[in-house]
Antibody, heavy 117, light 109 residues
Framework: QVQLVQSGAEVKKPGASVKVSCKAS????????MHWVRQAPGQGLEWMGR????????NYAQKFQGRVTMTRDTSISTAYMELSRLRSDDTAVYYC??????????WGQGTLVTVSS | QSALTQPRSVSGSPGQSVTISCTGT?????????VSWYQQHPGKAPKLMIY???KRPSGVPDRFSGSKSGNTASLTISGLQAEDEADYYC?????????FGTGTKVTVL
């Protein structure tokens, strides 16, 4: 069974960086894009970008260009999302989501990142 | 890459039908048949309800249906039930990027 398990909640100060991990199991990690989506408290869903775990190629939303870096470690089937120069409005739940195959789509449990001085 | 436009809220009585619109541009909704819809209950991860404009994943009731015309996609919930009360988001492929809608709160009266 497909599972995406994310790292735990983080508290960061403004200006710092955060790196969230997403460990995949139950499928061929390199066979599907991994997407990252975030949701600020009381707000909507926001697509941040995606990574091709096979090639390492990435596509980022324009809003996050220059601040976000998505990487992967194929040896441990884990994708990472690092966001730098954090601001208070980066406080959100960050999700990883595996590329859909037909109607099958899988999401991680979410990681709460709180940015506060 | 602006968010797709959805009504902030819609409501209906049990058994009625409601339709949520999702308006984009020719660069996203209008350009590809890759619109999906998500249901989200408070504190939960989004759940895929419709993909590729009108396809339903296994296990999603056929009360949920999707369509598209031009730059606007729609989600219709027929025979509204209490458990359908949730937030709904559309999402479109936009050429190597994704974009979500602004979200719609569905209230069952």
């Amino acid at each position: 069974q497909v599972q995406l398990v994310q790292s735990g909640a983080e508290v960061k100060k403004p200006g710092a960086s955060v790196k969230v991990s997403c460990k995949a199991s139950g499928y061929t990690f390199t066979g599907y894009y991994m997407h990252w989506v975030r949701q600020a408290p009381g707000q909507g869903l926001e697509w941040m970008g995606r990574i091709n775990p096979n090639s390492g190629g990435t596509n980022y939303a324009q809003k996050f260009q220059g601040r976000v870096t998505m990487t992967r470690d194929t040896s441990i089937s884990t994708a990472y999302m690092e966001l730098s120069r954090l601001r208070s409005d980066d406080t959100a739940v960050y999700y990883c989501a595996r590329e859909r195959e037909g109607g099958d789509e899988y999401w991680g449990q979410g990681t709460l990142v709180t940015v506060s001085s | 890459q602006s968010a797709l436009t959805q009504p902030r809220s819609v409501s209906g009585s049990p058994g009625q039908s409601v339709t949520i619109s999702c308006t984009g541009t020719s660069s996203d909704v209008g350009g590809y048949n890759y619109v999906s819809w998500y249901q989200q209950h408070p504190g939960k991860a989004p759940k895929l309800m419709i993909y590729d404009v009108s396809k339903r994943p296994s296990g999603v009731p056929d009360r949920f249906s999707g369509s598209k015309s031009g730059n606007t996609a729609s989600l219709t919930i027929s025979g509204l039930q209490a458990e359908d009360e949730a937030d709904y988001y559309c999402c479109s492929y936009a050429g190597s990027h994704g974009v979500f809608g602004t979200g719609t709160k569905v209230t069952v009266l």
